[in-house]
Protein backbone atom coordinates (compact mmCIF):
# COMPACT_ATOMS: atom_id res chain seq x y z
CA UNK A 1 0.00 0.00 0.00
CA UNK A 2 1.25 3.41 -1.23
CA UNK A 3 0.32 6.74 0.60
CA UNK A 4 0.63 10.32 -1.15
CA UNK A 5 -0.68 14.05 -0.21
CA UNK A 6 -3.14 15.99 -1.69
CA UNK A 7 -1.74 19.88 -2.05
CA UNK A 8 -4.21 22.70 -1.87
CA UNK A 9 -4.61 22.76 -5.91
CA UNK A 10 -6.21 19.03 -5.45
CA UNK A 11 -2.62 17.55 -7.34
CA UNK A 12 -1.13 14.34 -5.76
CA UNK A 13 2.19 12.97 -6.74
CA UNK A 14 2.26 9.53 -7.61
CA UNK A 15 4.87 7.37 -5.18
CA UNK A 16 7.69 5.58 -7.33
CA UNK A 17 6.67 1.93 -6.97
CA UNK A 18 2.80 2.94 -8.49
CA UNK A 19 4.04 4.97 -11.39
CA UNK A 20 6.05 1.99 -12.12
CA UNK A 21 3.25 -0.71 -11.81
CA UNK A 22 1.43 1.49 -13.93
CA UNK A 23 4.09 2.09 -16.44
CA UNK A 24 3.49 5.46 -16.84
CA UNK A 25 6.36 9.01 -16.89
CA UNK A 26 5.89 12.50 -17.06
CA UNK A 27 3.31 13.62 -19.53
CA UNK A 28 1.18 10.14 -19.76
CA UNK A 29 -2.64 10.44 -18.79
CA UNK A 30 -4.23 8.19 -15.77
CA UNK A 31 -8.03 7.12 -15.94
CA UNK A 32 -9.95 7.25 -12.60
CA UNK A 33 -12.36 4.00 -12.57
CA UNK A 34 -14.72 3.99 -9.80
CA UNK A 35 -15.72 0.93 -8.68
CA UNK A 36 -17.11 -1.17 -5.53
CA UNK A 37 -17.43 2.61 -3.84
CA UNK A 38 -13.62 3.72 -4.35
CA UNK A 39 -11.64 4.98 -7.32
CA UNK A 40 -8.83 3.09 -9.24
CA UNK A 41 -6.07 4.21 -11.10
CA UNK A 42 -5.18 2.94 -14.49
CA UNK A 43 -2.40 3.91 -17.52
CA UNK A 44 -5.09 5.22 -19.85
CA UNK A 45 -2.88 4.18 -22.94
CA UNK A 46 -4.27 0.75 -21.83
CA UNK A 47 -8.01 1.54 -22.48
CA UNK A 48 -7.48 3.12 -25.75
CA UNK A 49 -10.09 2.03 -28.42
CA UNK A 50 -8.76 0.04 -31.84
CA UNK A 51 -10.91 1.45 -33.91
CA UNK A 52 -9.99 -0.18 -36.70
CA UNK A 53 -10.05 -4.02 -34.85
CA UNK A 54 -13.76 -2.34 -34.08
CA UNK A 55 -14.70 -1.67 -37.69
CA UNK A 56 -13.27 -5.28 -38.84
CA UNK A 57 -15.61 -6.74 -36.30
CA UNK A 58 -18.59 -4.80 -37.57
CA UNK A 59 -17.92 -5.73 -40.83
CA UNK A 60 -17.42 -9.66 -40.29
CA UNK A 61 -20.98 -9.62 -38.21
CA UNK A 62 -22.49 -7.56 -41.73
CA UNK A 63 -21.28 -10.42 -43.60
CA UNK A 64 -22.48 -13.22 -41.35
CA UNK A 65 -26.18 -11.24 -41.11
CA UNK A 66 -26.03 -11.22 -44.35
CA UNK A 67 -25.04 -14.26 -44.96
CA UNK A 68 -27.43 -15.74 -42.78
CA UNK A 69 -30.22 -14.22 -44.41
CA UNK A 70 -29.27 -15.63 -48.11
CA UNK A 71 -31.98 -17.00 -49.76
CA UNK A 72 -34.54 -15.73 -47.31
CA UNK A 73 -36.04 -13.44 -49.89
CA UNK A 74 -36.44 -15.75 -52.60
CA UNK A 75 -38.25 -18.52 -50.00
CA UNK A 76 -40.81 -15.84 -49.05
CA UNK A 77 -41.50 -15.12 -52.56
CA UNK A 78 -39.97 -11.44 -52.44
CA UNK A 79 -38.83 -10.47 -55.93
CA UNK A 80 -39.25 -6.42 -55.89
CA UNK A 81 -39.83 -3.81 -54.19
CA UNK A 82 -43.28 -3.64 -53.86
CA UNK A 83 -43.30 -7.48 -52.47
CA UNK A 84 -40.77 -5.53 -49.80
CA UNK A 85 -43.62 -3.14 -49.08
CA UNK A 86 -46.49 -5.88 -48.84
CA UNK A 87 -44.50 -7.49 -46.23
CA UNK A 88 -43.93 -5.13 -43.89
CA UNK A 89 -47.68 -3.64 -44.23
CA UNK A 90 -48.48 -7.55 -42.85
CA UNK A 91 -45.72 -7.09 -40.16
CA UNK A 92 -46.81 -3.90 -38.77
CA UNK A 93 -50.53 -5.49 -38.84
Known amino acids: MELA ?7 VTLPKEVRARLNV ?3 DKIVF ?6 FFLA ?9 EKIAAT ?6 KAQ ?3 EG ?6 VNNLDDVVK ?3 EARI
Not at 5 to 11: F, I, M, P, V
Not at 72 to 77: D, P, S
Open 5 to 11: RLTAKGQ
Open 72 to 77: EAKRLG
Open 58 to 63: GKNALA
Open 87 to 89: LVK
Open 67 to 69: NAF
Open 25 to 27: REG
Open 33 to 38: LQKQGG
Open 43 to 51: NADFLTIDR
